[in-house]
């Protein structure tokens, strides 16, 4: 799968290249009141980030400290994999099958993979980009909320397009720190990829993400092990637009994309359970292609974050945060669902669905 790789080099433009123009954009105010206080930034990050779209270090004092508040020795004993450079994962019948690695057998080990019925769990990866500046503007018009699994590295590159985003009340989600496959990371590898980018929400947004998407899918036991001590719920999709081979020089056309979602709304009266879909927030193309299919799906079915579907109101590590959910949520017209308000409650301990993996 050339694809792959493809999309990690193009990861890299889209977050490096255009940082100054992204900052501009970005900088435009905002179509929605703020709905989250988040804190004051200056502009200047106070802690120190690896390099962009590099693997993350491990040899900092930050990930020592981090390390060290894990237990590493419980975790499944697997090896990391090994991508060749077209972007494939080596050896696969090698992987032994009680790693229950999503690349190889698409096995799902308490993963979030859908949402209710009729229910759409409204994903964008890869954020935040030069491009999520319109994005947010056309959710902002019906006041629609969603996941937005964010890169590190593209987070301090962006970081008002971010602080935009989590003010609005979208739910901000982790997406590692340079986009590799987790399961080619060694333990501490995978460790500071997701703890960078959680320290720069928090510093940026006063928040900590609680849900994670592997990019690629790819996820095994050993990742799974380690991002429940991180106090993380790990979400696939079932169903994949693969708007992001639009990229320039890619092998999927917009015709397509629109095709697909037109299948998944003609679809919709007969499925016992909803969707999580898989969209991106990578390039002018795939921005566009979800604001042209969003107004169909949200006729269709009740759109909304990941953690809404699943009535998680409190998504974050501060459980003073609320955001609301399916079954808190206020429906408007044409079944979209309205914004998932959120709103400063009094620190009600509210433990989250934390998934217990039996590992
Ligand atoms: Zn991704």
Redesign the pocket.
Known sequence: MLIKLSLISLVTLASAAPSTTTSTSAASTPTAAPLLPIPAFSGTFANAYPPVDKTAPTDTPLVKQWLAELNLTAMPDFPPTKFNSGGDLENPNSVPADTCDWTVTNCINKDITNCPKRTWGLTY??GPTEFSPQLYDFLDTTDQKATLFYIGSNVVTNWQAARRACAAGYHIAV?TWS?NPSTTLTNEQFVAEIKYTELAIKELCGITPTYFRP?YGDIDNRIRGLLVQMGYTSVIWDIDTNDWMMAPGGTRTEAQVDAAFDQWVAGAANLTEGHVCLEHELYQNTVNAAIKNLPKIQLTWKAMPVAACVNDAHPYQEKNITLATLDGAQTGSGAAVKSLSASVVAAAAVAIAAASFGL
């Open positions: 990866d890869d997406h986009h990019p």
